[in-house]
């Protein structure tokens, strides 16, 4: 009989203290606070709904002078609540979260403004023991932003109050103005005497005091190009970004996503078969590494708690295996594929990477916008976003790959996005969908390829890009991804050799659907002859 009293999934929550207070489901990630205090000022960067802010958020808690009554409530029964550190709620937490500016360029500065110097206002209130009314006052009569951290860093240093700084989605803003305003919108406000830039240099001298003042300092985002910007390289503190140790701090393990269905299943609400469930979550959710040395793959925390919060009402497997809040936005990649409208070098490199689902490169530490168009810098900015991670490392250097269906297919979808951007290629997407629930049902294959071949056929744009078998590889599995009943798989190990394209069926969601596909792709030139007997010479 299914339990009323198991843990509730906290499903798009980032409070920790909210989590921990109604007892909703945690994975206990804070054994990763001792090894984080071993640095003054970091830099970390994860992907999209990878767990960032909820971070973030058990920083605030466990480091807030004003929280330090909640500790056992809040921390009790973690690793952390049975070995604390010393420095447990010693802080006056200044909390920035920038994910919630738009890109209307004209008030940004306003904007940017209003906000930090209520989260100034609000800090001081908090912590009115320590700044009295006079030295308030004295703070916020300063007119920006970088003036009242400024007077607040200097009084703080003055009279040995450690400050603890905490940036969430620091780059939100900024990928923003470059996605939809363009790079000289984008270099005004990170470059030269730009606001953003001035802001962080205030903060690099908050870091001047030997005891009191910005004692510690933790910024997340999803890309470290605006660091690099803004900064000129992290030059306050480390970038963690790629160090094997902090690997897992976020992120779930497959022995945790196990326990979790192990649990929920012991509680009588989650009725699938665990092992079944876990095979399409890995092919699904994980895949993910951060560091060469790392020795688990990470499942998307976003992910996982999505499967589990449509699996239990639900009793069974979710309609939609896609969270659509994991996706990137076509708008704020069109910036790195096309120019005036051309497809550029990295839309062939992403091309190239979803035919051979695989890379070697480097990943870059650090890197500004103006050297993107390098292949590394490129190549780390996927790996930074999620949709490339390490697979293997081969003479010293990473192999870089797609981690699972999920990427996959969104991957799929920016091609065709890119691709209808420059007028090159669209289709019927109904229609589409129509006939590919026919090949998976009813193994009706012909009218699929027809489609697509005459699809191809009426769009004149294409031929610029029409320049040999991996383009048209590319455009057929683009659109076959967009079945929902195969697991398309590109250049797929069989027993003689490779196949261009495999369409596993898709059986742990569509048990009654018989058909599978085994596509090998053939280009025949223009000037070539089409002659059946030619075409059967060259299948061969």
Same mark, same amino acid.
């Given at each position: 009989?299914?339990?009323?009293?198991?843990?509730?999934?906290?499903?798009?929550?980032?409070?920790?203290?909210?989590?921990?207070?109604?007892?909703? %489901? =945690?994975?206990?990630?804070?054994?990763?606070?001792?090894?984080?205090?071993?640095?003054?000022?970091?830099?970390?960067?994860?992907?999209?709904?990878?767990?960032?802010?909820?971070?973030?958020?058990?920083?605030?808690?466990?480091?807030?002078?004003?929280?330090?009554?909640?500790?056992?409530?809040?921390?009790?029964?973690?690793?952390?609540?049975?070995?604390?550190?010393?420095?447990?709620?010693?802080?006056?937490? !200044?909390?920035?979260?920038?994910?919630?500016?738009?890109?209307?360029?004209?008030?940004?500065?306003?904007?940017?403004?209003?906000?930090?110097?209520?989260?100034?206002?609000?800090?001081?209130?908090?912590?009115?023991? !320590?700044?009295?009314?006079?030295?308030? *006052? $004295?703070?916020?009569?300063?007119?920006?932003?970088?003036?009242?951290?400024?007077?607040?860093?200097?009084?703080?240093?003055?009279?040995?109050?450690?400050?603890?700084?905490?940036?969430?989605?620091?780059?939100?803003?900024?990928?923003?103005?470059?996605? /939809?305003?363009?790079?000289? @919108?984008? *270099?005004?406000?990170? $470059?030269?005497?730009?606001?953003?830039?001035?802001?962080? @240099?205030?903060?690099?001298?908050?870091?001047?005091?030997?005891?009191?003042?910005?004692?510690?300092?933790?910024?997340?985002?999803?890309?470290?190009?605006?660091?690099?910007?803004?900064?000129?390289?992290?030059?306050?503190?480390?970038?963690?970004?790629?160090?094997?140790?902090?690997?897992?701090?976020?992120?779930?393990?497959?022995?945790?996503?196990?326990?979790? !269905?192990?649990?929920?299943?012991?509680?009588?609400?989650?009725? +699938?078969?665990?092992?079944?469930? !876990?095979?399409?979550?890995?092919?699904? =959710?994980?895949?993910?590494?951060?560091?060469?040395?790392?020795?688990?793959?990470?499942?998307?925390?976003?992910?996982?708690?999505?499967?589990?919060?449509?699996?239990?009402?639900?009793?069974?497997?979710?309609?939609?295996?896609?969270?659509?809040?994991?996706?990137?936005?076509?708008?704020?990649?069109?910036?790195?594929?096309?120019?005036?409208? *051309?497809?550029?070098?990295?839309?062939?490199?992403?091309? $190239?990477?979803? &035919?051979? +689902?695989?890379?070697?490169?480097?990943?870059?530490?650090?890197?500004? %916008?103006?050297?993107?168009?390098?292949?590394?810098?490129?190549?780390?900015?996927?790996?930074?976003? &999620?949709?490339?991670?390490?697979? @293997?490392?081969?003479?010293?250097?990473?192999?870089?790959?797609?981690?699972? *269906?999920?990427?996959?297919?969104?991957? /799929?979808?920016?091609?065709?996005?890119?691709?209808?951007?420059?007028?090159?290629?669209?289709?019927?997407?109904?229609?589409?969908?129509?006939?590919?629930?026919?090949?998976?049902?009813?193994?009706?294959?012909?009218?699929?390829?027809?489609?697509?071949?005459?699809?191809?056929?009426?769009?004149?744009?294409?031929?610029? =890009?029409?320049? &040999?078998?991996?383009?048209?590889?590319?455009?057929?599995? @683009? $659109?076959?991804?967009?079945?929902?009943?195969?697991?398309?798989?590109?250049? /797929?190990?069989?027993?003689?050799?490779?196949?261009?394209? =495999?369409?596993?069926?898709?059986?742990?969601?569509?048990?009654?659907?018989?058909?599978?596909?085994?596509?090998?792709?053939?280009?025949?030139?223009?000037?070539?002859?089409?002659?059946?007997?030619?075409?059967?010479?060259?299948? +061969?």
């Amino acid at each position: 009989m299914p339990s009323s009293s198991y843990p509730r999934i906290p499903y798009g929550e980032a409070d920790f203290k909210r989590i921990r207070l109604n007892r909703w %489901l =945690y994975v206990d990630k804070t054994r990763f606070v001792h090894d984080l205090e071993e640095e003054r000022y970091v830099f970390l960067i994860r992907p999209r709904r990878f767990g960032k802010s909820c971070w973030v958020s058990l920083l605030d808690n466990y480091y807030s002078r004003t929280r330090a009554d909640d500790f056992e409530v809040v921390f009790g029964g973690t690793d952390l609540g049975r070995q604390p550190t010393e420095s447990r709620h010693r802080y006056v937490i !200044l909390r920035f979260n920038f994910s919630a500016f738009d890109d209307t360029l004209e008030t940004l500065r306003q904007r940017f403004e209003e906000y930090c110097q209520l989260i100034i206002r609000s800090t001081l209130e908090r912590n009115a023991d !320590l700044f009295p009314e006079a030295a308030r *006052q $004295h703070i916020r009569s300063s007119d920006s932003v970088n003036s009242q951290l400024n007077e607040l860093f200097v009084y703080a240093g003055d009279h040995g109050i450690p400050l603890y700084v905490l940036i969430d989605e620091y780059d939100n803003f900024a990928n923003t103005v470059l996605a /939809y305003h363009g790079e000289e @919108a984008y *270099q005004a406000f990170t $470059h030269g005497g730009g606001f953003y830039r001035n802001f962080f @240099a205030t903060l690099k001298d908050g870091t001047g005091y030997s005891e009191g003042g910005l004692e510690r300092m933790f910024i997340t985002g999803v890309s470290p190009i605006t660091m690099d910007d803004v900064t000129s390289g992290f030059n306050i503190g480390k970038n963690i970004s790629l160090h094997p140790k902090f690997n897992d701090m976020l992120g779930f393990t497959d022995e945790e996503v196990r326990e979790l !269905l192990e649990l929920y299943r012991d509680h009588g609400v989650f009725n +699938q078969d665990v092992e079944a469930a !876990l095979d399409v979550m890995r092919e699904w =959710y994980n895949g993910y590494r951060f560091a060469k040395s790392a020795q688990d793959d990470l499942y998307n925390t976003d992910m996982v708690l999505y499967f589990l919060d449509e699996s239990i009402p639900n009793r069974g497997m979710p309609d939609e295996l896609i969270d659509t809040n994991v996706r990137i936005d076509y708008g704020k990649l069109r910036h790195l594929l096309t120019v005036n409208r *051309q497809l550029n070098g990295n839309f062939d490199l992403l091309r $190239h990477i979803i &035919g051979e +689902q695989s890379i070697q490169s480097n990943i870059q530490l650090s890197f500004p %916008l103006d050297r993107l168009d390098q292949r590394e810098n490129f190549l780390s900015l996927l790996h930074y976003f &999620g949709l490339l991670s390490i697979r @293997a490392v081969e003479r010293g250097m990473p192999r870089l790959g797609i981690p699972n *269906q999920t990427v996959k297919r969104l991957m /799929y979808g920016y091609l065709r996005d890119a691709y209808d951007d420059v007028g090159v290629f669209s289709v019927d997407v109904y229609t589409f969908f129509r006939l590919a629930q026919e090949m998976a049902y009813d193994g009706a294959w012909q009218p699929v390829l027809d489609f697509l071949r005459d699809a191809l056929a009426e769009q004149t744009g294409i031929r610029d =890009y029409m320049d &040999g078998e991996k383009v048209v590889h590319g455009f057929v599995a @683009a $659109h076959l991804s967009l079945s929902q009943y195969f697991l398309l798989h590109s250049e /797929y190990e069989l027993n003689k050799g490779y196949a261009d394209l =495999y369409l596993e069926p898709f059986v742990a969601q569509y048990s009654d659907m018989q058909f599978g596909y085994v596509l090998e792709l053939k280009y025949l030139k223009r000037s070539e002859s089409l002659d059946e007997s030619v075409v059967a010479d060259r299948i +061969q």
